[in-house]
């Protein structure tokens, strides 16, 4: 059984950063996609960010130059540092994965079925 373990978020004003952090165990080796999800007040839940396990990664348009996602495969954690951050990017985080025996591309519609609690992230202005 896949499971995640996020930590991290909480509340910041307009302009600081905060860093998320999510621990997946269950795995046989390190072929599955990683990625972040947000769903704001009101709003429908959206892809952040992606990394697979060669290291390749996408943004959604709203967060790059902003946002870094990472991941150690040893450690089997990945990563989301946020920067500069702005009161839209405030809602609920969550991480999530799949596993990726093929290698695809770990975006655009991925079929993510294990999902981790959520952290709320919250910007001030």
């Known amino acids: 059984q896949v499971l995640l373990v996020e930590s991290g978020g909480g509340s910041v004003q307009a302009g600081g950063s905060l860093t998320l952090s999510c621990k997946v165990s269950?795995?046989?080796?390190?072929?599955?996609?990683m990625a972040w999800f947000r769903q704001g007040p009101g709003k429908e839940r959206e892809e952040v960010a992606t990394?697979?396990?060669?290291?390749?990664?996408s943004y959604r348009d709203s967060v790059k130059g902003r946002f870094i996602i990472s991941r150690d495969n040893y450690k089997n954690t990945q990563t989301l540092e946020m920067n500069s951050l702005k009161p839209e990017d405030t809602g609920m985080y969550y991480c999530?994965?799949?596993?990726?025996?093929?290698?695809?591309?770990?975006?655009?519609?991925?079929?993510?079925?294990?999902w981790g609690q959520g952290t709320q992230v919250t910007v001030s202005s």
């Open positions: 269950g795995y046989r080796d390190n072929r599955y996609c």
């Open positions: 990394i697979d396990s060669e290291g390749r990664t």
């Open positions: 999530a994965t799949a596993y990726n025996e093929y290698y695809e591309y770990c975006s655009g519609g991925y079929p993510y079925n294990t």
